[in-house]
């Protein structure tokens, strides 16, 4: 079975608007940790937002917020007043365990995510 | 120079070549990764050192050699590359440890064209 599955292979959203990119994930490990990423053209990644499988409230980060919800392994990225630069690769990603040994990732597909005018 | 910086950004190789990419991390972490970026597939981790030591060989073909000769620098060493090999390879680095979220930084990659 997929680990990080989304679902969405590609998104458009009108500029100023709010966007949902959904993430569902599969472990059976009690610790976790679940990051989102985006990708430009440019090809670097860069982290974006983070959530631990024992926080107790939803992460933000500026205009993303992230959706968690546990029963249901999910991990859904809200990006708020959407801008022409948020147009990008979305990549979602888990970490399994705690950290030592090296944070090992493991990705989703992405979501190619279009902002229009 | 700061946070993750790859060189070269764009490289093309024949099969018999033998070339290096160079990944330098400015972060202070104590862990770096390798992953291939193909087309249409998820990210592929292939290396990963904690502390200078290799912790991860995901099954990674022979042709394909890395080397950390500290924590701020990776290498990987490149030979009798296949066509399938070419992708985007990018480099990361984090902090280990028990504390903190244990994110991920990355390089802006190498484009890796085999013929």
């Known amino acids: 079975a997929q680990k990080i599955t989304q679902t969405q292979p590609g998104m458009f959203v009108q500029e100023k608007e709010a966007v949902t990119l959904d993430c569902t994930y599969d472990?059976?490990?009690?610790?976790?940790?679940l990051f989102w990423y985006k990708q430009p053209s440019s090809g670097e990644m860069i982290f974006l937002i983070y959530?631990?499988?024992?926080?107790?409230q939803n992460a933000t980060e500026g205009r993303y917020s992230l959706n968690f919800q546990k029963a249901r392994k999910s991990a859904n990225l809200v990006i708020s007043a959407s801008q022409l630069g948020d147009s990008a690769m979305y990549f979602c990603?888990?970490?399994?365990?705690?950290?030592?040994?090296?944070?090992?990732?493991?990705f989703g597909t992405g979501t190619q995510l279009k902002v229009e005018l | 120079e700061t946070g993750v910086t790859q060189t070269p950004r764009h490289l093309v190789m024949g099969m018999t070549n033998k070339k290096s990419l160079k990944c330098e991390q400015h972060?202070?972490?104590?862990?770096m990764y390798w992953y291939k970026q193909s087309a249409k597939k998820p990210l592929e981790l292939m290396f990963v050192?904690?502390?200078?030591?290799?912790?991860e060989n995901n099954s990674v073909p022979s042709r394909f050699s890395p080397e950390c000769p500290n924590s701020s620098h990776l290498f990987l060493h490149l030979h009798t590359l296949q066509p399938e090999d070419s992708a985007l390879y990018l480099c990361?680095?984090?902090?280990?440890?028990?504390?903190?979220?244990?994110?991920?930084?990355f390089g802006p990659g190498t484009r890796l064209t085999v013929l």
């Open positions: 990361a680095s984090s902090q280990d440890g028990a504390e903190g979220k244990g994110e991920q930084f």
């Open positions: 472990t059976s490990d009690p610790s976790y940790g």
């Open positions: 959530q631990g499988s024992y926080d107790q």
């Open positions: 990603a888990m970490r399994e365990g705690i950290t030592g040994g090296g944070n090992k990732l493991t």
């Open positions: 972060l202070g972490h104590n862990a």
């Open positions: 050192y904690n502390f200078k030591e290799q912790t």
